[in-house]
């Protein structure tokens, strides 16, 4: 899967997570506790992003004795 394609994948799961977080806003208060979904969905963009990217740096890891 090329990265552009997860990155699209990840900026979709991002607005559900922000459609998720506004309905549990809008409701009363003791469905708060399912804001917990958009926030572990967040956190797993952040994730795949960060392994995205340092898997697309220049192999530094090998030092010259």
Same mark, same amino acid.
Request: aromatic share 10%; with cysteine.
């Given at each position: 899967?090329?990265?552009?394609? *997860?990155? &699209?994948? &990840?900026?979709? $799961?991002?607005?559900?997570?922000?459609?998720?977080?506004? $309905?549990?806003?809008?409701? @009363?208060?003791?469905?708060? @506790?399912?804001?917990?979904? @958009?926030? $572990?969905?967040?956190?797993?963009?952040?994730?795949? *992003?960060?392994?995205?990217?340092?898997?697309?740096?220049? *192999?530094?890891? *090998?030092? &010259?004795?």
């Amino acid at each position: 899967m090329s990265a552009s394609s *997860e990155r &699209d994948k &990840d900026v979709l $799961l991002m607005l559900f997570a922000v459609q998720c977080t506004l $309905l549990v806003y809008a409701m @009363p208060a003791w469905t708060w @506790p399912l804001l917990l979904f @958009p926030a $572990l969905l967040t956190v797993q963009v952040m994730r795949a *992003e960060y392994h995205r990217r340092l898997e697309e740096l220049p *192999e530094r890891r *090998e030092v &010259d004795p």
